[in-house]
């Protein structure tokens, strides 16, 4: 398959969507315009009750009989679809105007109007020997139509109701003879030739040109309200011979809209709109809407819808039937299923039960497990702890012990080469008999007390290349008010070598005495003095001496 028949299936294909959701829109639309409209009837029906009034007002201010009689037509045109009783009433006045004027051409129209009347009420002996007792030779032309009309009317209602086949087509040949004479003697672009035009398009199997001529007229007219409703009926037999069952229901819509705006009681549309809603299975609005159409063609005596009507409701009835048997293997099946489900519902609510258990003992055991696996990881992290510290320990007394055997190395061979000197000094002072001198030498301790002196600046400066924030970070653990400030940037004090012998690892007292050639008190009482200084707990202040500089050693 090519890309572009693809494409044009494709298109095609989107096309057709497109038309079908916009010819159920225009239904959708039509339909609420409709519930619209008869929500609104009371409107409508007081718009024609005051056209009414207003006709009758007419009739009363008229001075002669001519005038009367033409203000009766008025009243009788208003009247023929809305109540067939006044419209008679009406055309029996009009006769015995006429006959009292003596205008044979007036008692013949009021004639005319009577016969339609009796044809619309189903009288069609009547209507056939009224309208038979007219000379149609002595009508005016312009009454031909309406003769003619009222001719086709009768034979074709005739012709629908016919019970055998022979007088069934004697009706129908008529109906086509007076049908003809319709169209010809009516104005090409008249409602009447168009309608009857359209209708024998119908009749003859040609529904097409019946929908061209119809659209072409309703669009090229400005037609009433009434006028709408007959174009659009006679529109929707064409589109229901189509086949077209949308475009039939929209002109049906259109159809009734327009029958009920103009507030009469006599029509069709309504009526064949609910059996197609009963087909579809809208039951309800089709029940609405045929119990209005039952109530028009009551209120109107209109016993043709009247027979009409009942003759529709077998049609209903098995619609509506089938529909509610339907309903039940619908309720049927429903309820199977739902037994069904019901059942694999409760094993399923059984299963699950089963597998709660499951998983309830399953997750007390991974919670178990957790725990333990907390108190591991708490065990794990501790000995990390410890491990780590362990680690920096022996990170920090392996740099303590590599820095200090490298300086105690050198300060042993400066001090062999001191003593050599020493030596070598004691030995000229003997070889050349300056005992007085020797003595005066030996008695001196200016170089044991410049040796230490250097000691203590060689291990100060060794230390604090070690830790070279010791003493900030010892003053942190004092008072701020108490800090111990070195006087000689790089070097310590007695108390400050105190406790760096202490974060060296050398805590005991006598140690540290010797080591800084102190008594043991007076060591004490340093490191007493200072503990009172602690800025937290003085218990703890050597402890925490201890962690200065870990961090540094740690990550060496």
């Not at 009577?114 to 000379?135: C, F, N, P, Q, V």
């Amino acid at each position: 398959m090519t890309s572009h028949l693809k494409f044009l299936i494709l298109f095609c294909f989107f096309s057709f969507n497109i038309l079908t959701a916009s010819e159920k829109t225009t239904a959708d639309s039509l339909m609420n315009q409709l519930d619209e409209v008869i929500a609104n009837r009371a409107i409508y029906l007081e718009k024609k009750e005051a056209r009414l009034k207003e006709l009758s007002e007419t009739l009363n201010k008229a001075t002669t009989d001519r005038e009367r009689f033409d203000a009766l037509s008025n009243l009788y045109d208003e009247y023929h679809s809305f109540n067939a009783d006044s419209a008679y009433n009406i055309s029996l006045s009009q006769e015995k105007i006429a006959r009292r004027i003596a205008d044979p051409i007036l008692t013949a129209q009021a004639r005319l109007h009577r016969a339609d009347i009796l044809s619309a009420t189903g009288m069609y002996h009547e209507t056939l020997e009224l309208i038979d007792s007219i000379k149609f030779e002595e009508l005016p032309q312009y009454l031909h139509p309406y003769y003619f009309h009222i001719k086709r009317t009768v034979y074709g209602r005739l012709a629908d109701f016919a019970a055998f086949e022979p007088e069934k087509e004697r009706y129908s040949n008529l109906t086509k003879i007076y049908r003809d004479s319709i169209i010809a003697t009516n104005e090409v672009n008249s409602l009447a030739h168009i309608i009857t035009k359209a209708d024998c398009f119908n009749i003859n199997g040609n529904p097409r040109a019946a929908v061209d001529v119809l659209n072409a007229f309703m669009t090229n007219n400005d037609l009433s309200e009434h006028e709408r409703a007959i174009c659009a009926w006679t529109l929707s037999d064409s589109y229901a011979r189509l086949g077209d069952r949308d475009k039939q229901k929209e002109q049906l819509l259109i159809s009734s809209i327009s029958d009920l705006k103009s507030s009469v009681r006599e029509y069709m549309s309504l009526r064949q709109l609910a059996l197609l809603l009963y087909e579809e299975g809208d039951l309800n609005r089709a029940y609405d809407f045929m119990t209005i159409a039952v109530d028009d063609a009551t209120k109107c005596n209109a016993r043709q819808r009247i027979v009409e009507l009942n003759d529709s409701y077998p049609k209903i009835n098995g619609i509506y039937v089938n529909t509610v048997e339907k309903q039940k293997d619908f309720l049927k099946r429903t309820i199977f299923i739902i037994t069904v489900l019901s059942f694999v519902l409760l094993a399923l609510l059984f299963y699950m039960r089963k597998q709660m258990q499951r998983i309830t003992r399953a997750r007390k055991a991974i919670e178990d497990a957790y725990n333990q696996l907390n108190v591991l990881t708490e065990q794990l992290k501790t000995s990390n702890d410890n491990l780590s510290e362990a680690n920096n320990a022996i990170a920090e007394i392996s740099e303590l012990k590599e820095v200090y055997i490298g300086r105690y190395m050198d300060q042993c061979l400066v001090y062999i080469d001191k003593l050599d000197t020493y030596r070598k000094s004691i030995g000229k002072l003997l070889n050349s008999n300056r005992i007085d001198d020797l003595k005066k030498l030996l008695k001196s301790t200016s170089l044991v007390d410049d040796e230490l002196k250097l000691f203590y600046e060689q291990f100060d400066n060794t230390f604090l290349s070690l830790f070279p924030s010791f003493v900030e970070d010892f003053n942190k653990l004092l008072l701020p008010e108490e800090a111990i400030i070195p006087k000689k940037e790089g070097s310590l004090n007695t108390e400050l070598r105190i406790f760096a012998l202490i974060r060296l690892g050398i805590s005991d007292s006598d140690s540290i005495a010797k080591f800084l050639r102190y008594s043991l008190t007076t060591i004490y009482n340093y490191r007493t003095k200072v503990r009172n200084k602690s800025l937290g707990d003085r218990n703890k202040l050597e402890a925490e001496v201890l962690k200065i500089g870990r961090s540094r050693h740690g990550m060496n």
